[in-house]
Every structure is written in structure tokens, then in C-alpha cells.
Nanobody, 111 residues
């Protein structure tokens, strides 16, 4: 059974940083494409970034240059480093792998 557990969210001031973690069990992150998504209040869930099996990364224009996705194969964990956070980044952040989703972690950015 595949399980994803996100952590690392919190409250931060604009311009600050957070690092989210997505720990996977039941699947190996290095041989699967893993994505981060987010859902702000009253809005649809949107794609943020993806890392492929080959390590290729892609980012939504809204986060490009500020967010960095990476993975630690030994820990079977994918990270999302978020720098220069903006109030519009406030959302619940989810990771996804093979159609499975974690429970999400709340990120709140105050102005």
C-alpha cells in the first residue's frame, strides 16, 4: 500500500522560506515521477512542480526561481524548498505519486 506523508508546513512571513517533505512508503520515489500540488481556499488544486525518474524538474511559472524540488533516495523522500514566499503561496500543499496523494500540509504566508 502506497502512503505519502507531507510535513514541514507552517506560518511564515513574506520573503521567508520553508522546506516541505514528502515521505513515501510502498513505492520508490527514485523510479517514479513525483509531483507537488497546492490548493488555496476557494480554488482548484494546481500543479506546482514535478521531478522525474531521471531527475528532470519542471515548475509552474508562478514558482519558478523560488521553489526547488529534490529527492533523497536513501530516505525515499521528496522535498520542496520554498524561498521568497509570497502571500499568494498560501495553500495546502500535497505530494502525489502514481495517483496517490498525501494528506497535505498547510503553508500560510503573512504579508
Amino acid at each position: 500500500q502506497i502512503q505519502l506523508v507531507e510535513s514541514g508546513g507552517g506560518l511564515v512571513q513574506a520573503g521567508g522560506s520553508l522546506r516541505l517533505s514528502c515521505a513515501a512508503t510502498g513505492a520508490i520515489v527514485s523510479v517514479n515521477t513525483v509531483g507537488w500540488y497546492r490548493q488555496a481556499p476557494g480554488k482548484q488544486r494546481e500543479w506546482v512542480t514535478t521531478i522525474t525518474t531521471g531527475g528532470r524538474t519542471n515548475y509552474a511559472d508562478s514558482v519558478k526561481g523560488r521553489f526547488t524540488i529534490s529527492r533523497d533516495n536513501a530516505k525515499n523522500t521528496v522535498y520542496l524548498q520554498m524561498d521568497n514566499l509570497k502571500p499568494e503561496d498560501t495553500a495546502v500543499y500535497y505530494c502525489s505519486l502514481i495517483g496517490h496523494w498525501g494528506q497535505g500540509t498547510q503553508v500560510t504566508v503573512s504579508s
